[in-house]
């Protein structure tokens, strides 16, 4: 079973940058995909960023060039650097994982196994 914990979220305004963690435990190894999902209220979940198990990494295009993906395998932590944040980036933000790799498809919700309970990220202009 593999359970994941996002920490990280918080409230800033327009311009500035935050860092969500994602903490994974359980039997989960290199080969599994993870990425970092968000919904606002009143809208879908949207695909953020992805890390497949090769270290390839996409990104939604409204996040490209401010937002960057990582990983430490040592510390078993996924993370999510924000910079230039905008009002639109009000979310809750959701870590997922799933065994494989997913190539084009590593922003699709509907393919990953596991998820996180959610940081909200708040950005006022």
């Known amino acids: 079973q593999v359970q994941l914990v996002e920490s990280g979220g918080g409230s800033v305004q327009a311009g500035g940058s935050l860092r969500l963690s994602c903490a994974v435990s359980?039997?989960?190894?290199?080969?599994?995909?993870m990425a970092w999902f968000r919904q606002a209220p009143g809208k879908e979940r949207e695909g953020v960023a992805s890390?497949?198990?090769?270290?390839?990494?996409r990104y939604a295009d409204s996040v490209k060039g401010r937002f960057t993906i990582s990983k430490d395998n040592a510390k078993n932590t996924l993370y999510l650097q924000m910079n230039s944040l905008k009002p639109e980036d009000t979310a809750m933000y959701y870590c997922?994982?799933?065994?494989?790799?997913?190539?084009?498809?590593?922003?699709?919700?509907?393919?990953?196994?596991?998820w996180g309970q959610g940081t909200q990220v708040t950005v006022s202009s």
């Open positions: 997922a994982a799933v065994l494989g790799w997913l190539g084009s498809w590593s922003l699709i919700g509907s393919k990953y196994d596991y």
């Open positions: 890390f497949d198990h090769d270290g390839s990494t």
């Open positions: 359980g039997s989960i190894h290199s080969t599994y995909s």
